[in-house]
């Protein structure tokens, strides 16, 4: 699996837009780009997953860079409740193992 | 069941206890997951079911962990003789299809190991 680089941890004011980036320049053809965030004392919760096209659903936004090496994750009109950790996963559907691989995530303080 | 249900929410052992934690996953979700979270890291792959096989269990730490899925739903992780090193939440995910990485998990058990 491709490795992934997230900053360590970030603030964003509640209200405004929280832009999470991740790296992964070693992302293969076939790798899609996972989200999950977890909360404190919560398991992770799946947010959004994209190939290479932008996606958006209720919970967020993910860009993903044409060349496919980086990755944005914004959700628009941060609250309090979207204090987590944020993860940022690349894998092949199906892929060997059939396990996602966390690493450390962003931790995302939303301050009011 | 509309999520994933784990039990104990808490467990505190003696070193040398022997435990036992259940996951009830999804429904109908056939692949079923067990992960190892210590405090201030992320969660760790142990062992992957598919329905009631086991086909990766490359994550276990030692020959003291053991997980099951007999009967292709419910599973269990066991520990024998904990040790203070295996202190640390306990996750359960289940997804719908097998090679699926959208993943539902439970809230975890944590485990201490006094």
């Known amino acids: 699996d491709a490795k992934t680089t997230q900053p360590t941890s970030m603030d964003c004011a509640e209200g405004r837009a929280a832009n999470l980036p991740c790296n992964h320049s070693?992302?293969?053809?076939?790798?899609?780009v996972y989200w999950y965030r977890q909360i404190h004392s919560q398991g992770p919760q799946y947010i959004i997953h994209g190939l290479k096209n932008n996606e958006t659903n209720e919970m967020a936004s993910l860009i993903i860079t044409e060349d496919r090496k980086s990755s944005t994750l914004i959700l628009p009109h941060a609250t309090l409740r979207d204090t987590a950790v944020y993860y940022c996963i690349v894998r092949a559907p199906g892929g060997a193992g059939n396990m996602l691989t966390f690493g450390g995530g962003t931790r995302l303080m939303v301050k009011p | 069941g509309a999520g994933v249900s784990q039990s104990p929410r808490y467990k505190v052992a003696k070193r040398g206890q022997d435990v036992a934690l259940r996951c009830d996953p999804i429904?109908?979700?056939?692949?079923l997951f067990w992960y190892q979270q210590a405090l201030g890291q992320g969660p760790e792959f142990l062992t992957y079911f598919q329905n009631e096989a086991q086909l990766d269990k490359s994550g276990l730490p030692s020959d003291r962990f053991f997980a099951e899925r007999p009967e292709g739903s419910v599973s269990t992780l066991k520990i024998q003789r904990t040790q203070q090193e295996d202190s640390a939440v306990y996750l359960c995910a289940s997804s719908l299809a097998s090679g699926a990485n959208v993943l539902t998990f439970g809230a975890g058990s944590r485990l201490t190991v006094l």
């Open positions: 429904s109908g979700h056939v692949s």
């Open positions: 070693t992302i293969s053809g076939n790798e899609y």
